[in-house]
C-alpha cells in the first residue's frame, strides 16, 4: 500500500450551531432508522448525532470506530460525524477507507483496539437510494448494540438538545488509507478487510477449507447482494482461502445496492438461487449476507437451511471446529426462533436462553461467559468472537464444518432432523399496516392470551400463552411487551410481534412453527407442515377483519 500515512494536520474552528429537538429519534430494534429524506432534514442527523456525543461521555479522550455499509448518504454522515466528533474531543477515530466497514468488523475493531465505541450507518436489509432508508447505530466499548438503558437515555437527551457543536473543516479523503490530525483528533482511514480477516483465520481452520477448494471438488457461491461483504468475501473466500474468482457474485458496494434489497433470503437473494438450482454443475454450497454483513443465508443445491436451524445445527457440531472444541458455555435465541435448539441444548445438558428480538440483548449473556453461541430466525447467528451477528462467520463455521463432516449442507441438516427431529418453521410478515390497526391488533391479542390456555383449535389445545417479558439474568433488568407467544400440546407454536425496524407504517410478523419428530414425515412442503398453524394464527389476530390482509407480503 503505497498511500500517504503521514498526518496531516487540518485548521479548525469549532461552532455552535443552535437547533431544536425532533420528537422521533427513539431508536427502534436496531439502532435510528428512518428514510434517507429524513436524515437529510437540516440539523436531524446533526441532533442526533449530538445526543450520542452527550450520553456516550466515554468517546471524549477515547477511540471511535466508524463506517457503514456503503448506502447512499453514507459518506455524507460521515463527514459530520467526524466534524462533530472533533468538536467534541474525541483523541482517534478509526474510520473505514471510503467509509465502510461491515457491523461485525466495527464490533472486532471496537474489541481489538479497546475503543469506547463504534458508529455503524446502515439500515441492514432496507433498500438504499435517495428513497430508500438510512440508519445509525451505536456501539458500546464491548462491541456490541448499545442497551436499552443507554438507548432510553439517548431518546431523552435527543429531546432537550438545543444547540451541537461542530468542527469547521474540510472534507476528509475517505478512498485513501492515511491519517489526518485536526485539533485534539486523529483520524485514521483504516483498510476495512485485513483486522476481520485475520479473526476469522483464527478462529477457523484455513488450511483444510482451502485444501477444499483446492480439490476442485467444492465450489461456492456467495451473494454480497451490492452491499458491505463484498470486498470482505473476496479477500477471504478468494485471496486467503484460494475460491474461484466466480465465487463472490454482486461483489461492489453500491450506493442504491444496485436497486435491490440486501436482504439475503429466498426472495431476494434470487440470483443465487438460480446459480445454486443449475443441475450437477452448479455451486455446492451458497450463501448471501445482507446490506451491512451482519445476517446471512445458507442454501445447499436445491435445498434452504432454515436460519432457526442453522443454529441448532452449529451448535450440535461445535465441538467438531478446532476453534470451539472447547465446547459451548451455553446458546441463546430470540424468542421467534424456532425451538431446534433447545432439543439440541437439552441433549447436550447446556442452558439455552430465550431473548426478545434485538441482538442487544445476547451482550450481557456473552459477556458474562454465560453462552457462547447465539442466533436468529432472522438470518442471525453468531459467537462469543464478537458481539454482533455475524454473515461471513457464519459461512466460514459451515464451510469448516463441510471440511470436517464431508457432507452437503444438506446431508447435514437432514442427519440433524433425523437425530433430533424436525421444525417446520415460517415467517409471514404483513407490511405497510396503519400503525393504529396493528397496535390495536397486538393489544387485542394480549387480552385475548390471558384465557386461551386449555381451548382447541383445528385439534391444537393451547398448553401456554403470554405476553412475552424477559428479565437479563445478569443485570436483572425487565423487558416487558416483547411478542405474544402460543405454544400448544403438540409443541407447536405461534408468535406474533410487530417489526422495529421498518421505516414505514407498522409490519405484523406471525412466527409459525411445529414439531415433528417422525423422519418418514421430514420432506413435507413447509406451508402445507404449517397450514393448521397459519389458519389458527390469522383467526386469533382477526386478520382480515382489522387489516383487509388475505395473505402475508413476505413469506420466509
Ligand atoms: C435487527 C436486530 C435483530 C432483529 C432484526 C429484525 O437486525 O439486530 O435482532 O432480528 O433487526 O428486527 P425486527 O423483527 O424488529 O424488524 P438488523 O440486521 O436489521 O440490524
Not at 461542530?166 to 486523529?186: M, N, S, V
Request: proline residues 4%.
Amino acid at each position: 500500500m503505497n498511500d500517504d500515512k503521514k498526518a496531516n494536520n487540518i485548521i479548525m474552528n469549532i461552532k455552535k450551531i443552535p437547533s431544536v429537538p425532533f420528537t422521533d429519534q427513539k431508536t427502534g430494534t436496531s439502532g435510528l432508522r428512518k428514510k434517507v429524506k429524513v436524515f437529510q432534514t437540516p440539523h436531524y442527523l446533526e441532533n442526533f448525532l449530538q445526543a450520542i456525543f452527550d450520553v456516550a461521555t466515554d468517546l471524549k479522550g477515547g477511540l471511535l470506530i466508524l463506517g457503514g455499509d456503503g448506502r447512499y448518504y453514507n459518506n455524507e454522515a460521515i463527514q459530520t460525524i467526524l466534524k462533530m466528533a472533533v468538536a467534541h474531543g474525541i483523541s482517534h477515530i478509526k474510520v473505514g477507507q471510503n467509509g465502510l466497514l461491515s457491523t461485525p468488523a466495527v464490533s472486532h475493531l471496537i474489541r481489538k483496539y479497546s475503543a469506547a465505541g463504534g458508529i455503524i450507518l446502515s439500515a441492514s436489509h432496507n433498500p438504499g437510494g435517495p428513497d430508500g432508508d438510512f440508519g445509525i447505530k451505536f456501539n458500546t466499548a464491548n462491541g456490541g448494540p448499545a442497551d436499552s438503558k443507554f438507548t432510553d437515555q439517548l431518546f431523552a437527551s435527543s429531546l432537550h438538545i438545543t444547540e451541537y457543536k461542530i468542527a469547521t473543516i474540510e472534507d476528509i479523503p475517505l478512498q485513501k488509507l492515511g491519517e489526518y490530525q485536526c485539533g485534539e483528533t486523529r483520524i485514521e482511514i483504516i483498510d476495512p478487510v485485513s483486522d476481520y480477516a485475520d479473526l476469522m483465520a483464527e478462529i477457523f481452520d484455513f488450511p483444510s477449507i482451502q485444501a477444499l477448494f483446492d480439490s476442485g471438488l467444492f465450489n461456492i457461491c456467495f451473494d454480497a447482494m451490492h452491499a458491505v461483504t463484498g470486498p470482505y468475501a473476496k479477500a477471504i473466500f478468494q485471496q486467503r482461502l484460494n475460491a474461484r474468482t466466480s465465487s463472490v457474485i454482486n461483489a461492489t458496494p453500491l450506493k442504491d445496492f444496485g436497486g435491490g434489497h440486501p436482504d439475503p433470503n429466498l426472495i431476494y437473494a434470487k440470483e443465487l438461487v438460480e446459480r445454486l438450482n443449475q443441475g450437477k454443475d452448479a455451486p455446492n454450497f451458497g450463501a448471501a449476507s445482507d446490506g451491512d454483513g451482519d445476517r446471512y443465508m445458507l442454501i445447499g443445491r436445491n435445498f434452504f437451511v432454515n436460519p432457526s436451524d442453522c443454529l441448532a445445527i452449529m451448535t450440535a457440531n461445535a465441538h467438531l471446529l478446532s476453534g470451539y472444541q472447547q465446547g459451548l458455555n451455553g446458546v441463546a435465541r430470540s424468542l421467534p426462533t424456532s425451538r431446534a435448539v433447545d432439543k439440541v441444548a437439552e441433549t447436550l445438558g447446556i442452558e439455552c436462553y430465550e431473548t426478545p428480538t434485538g441482538w442487544k440483548y445476547f451482550g450481557n449473556l456473552l459477556d458474562d461467559r454465560r453462552i457462547t453461541l447465539c442466533g436468529e430466525e432472522s438470518f442471525g447467528g453468531g459467537s462469543d468472537h464478537i458481539r454482533e451477528k455475524d454473515g461471513i462467520w457464519a459461512v466460514l463455521f459451515w464451510l469448516n464444518l463441510v471440511t470436517v463432516k464431508r457432507q452437503s449442507v444438506e446431508e447435514i441438516t437432514r442427519a440433524h432432523w433425523t437425530r433430533f427431529g424436525r421444525h417446520y418453521y415460517s415467517r409471514h410478515d404483513y407490511e405497510g399496516l396503519d400503525s393504529n390497526v396493528a397496535e390495536q391488533l397486538m393489544e387485542g391479542l394480549r387480552k385475548r392470551v390471558e384465557t386461551l390456555k386449555g381451548e382447541t383449535f383445528a385439534g391444537h389445545t393451547v398448553s401456554f400463552s403470554d405476553d412475552f417479558s424477559y428479565t437479563d439474568p445478569v443485570d436483572h433488568s425487565i423487558t416487558k411487551h416483547q411478542g405474544i407467544r402460543i405454544l400448544f400440546e403438540d409443541e407447536s407454536r405461534i408468535v406474533f410481534r410487530l417489526s422495529g425496524t421498518g421505516t414505514e407504517g407498522a409490519t405484523l410478523r406471525v412466527y409459525l412453527e411445529r414439531y415433528e419428530a417422525d423422519p418418514a414425515l421430514h420432506d413435507l412442503e413447509t406451508q402445507t407442515a404449517l397450514a393448521d398453524m397459519i389458519a389458527i394464527a390469522r383467526e386469533l389476530a382477526e386478520l382480515e377483519t382489522r387489516c383487509g390482509r388475505e395473505q402475508p407480503d413476505i413469506i420466509t
